[in-house]
């Protein structure tokens, strides 16, 4: 099995100029996937600015380049979200609860202006 492996890798690095440049973009792979996330969310981001109902929002949060979350404008970016976050090198998408204002209302309670408006909430994305 040593053996093996050792003859594939020198198949694919015949010099050792080829296995310096191997190690480092290994050494940089952290770095590549973060600049693949960050072009991933900002498409994705793009996409929702033109395509979101007027009821919803989205906005930043977590590492801002990287974390975006989704809520009805009526209660709040400090209520339950849609996010997408980068977390060790993987994508994740789910559902968050935000925290209380400081005053101990609740900040996932509707406006008092919406509050004849709360009989259903409208979709995250149109057809």
Known sequence: MQKELIYSAS?????????QSFLELANSKDAIVTSWFIEATTKI??????????EWD?????????????FLKQFGP???????????????????????????????????EDEDKTNGSPPLARD
């Open 11 to 19: 198949k694919l690095f015949p010099t050792f100029e080829h296995w």
């Open 45 to 54: 981001r793009r996409h929702f600015i033109e395509t979101l109902p007027t």
């Open 58 to 70: 989205c906005a930043p949060w977590g590492t801002t380049d990287l974390d975006t979350r989704w």
């Open 78 to 112: 400090d209520s339950l979200t849609v996010s997408w976050a980068h977390l060790d090198t993987a994508p994740e998408i789910g559902l968050e609860k935000g925290g209380s204002s400081t005053n101990g209302q609740k900040t996932n309670q509707p406006k008092e």
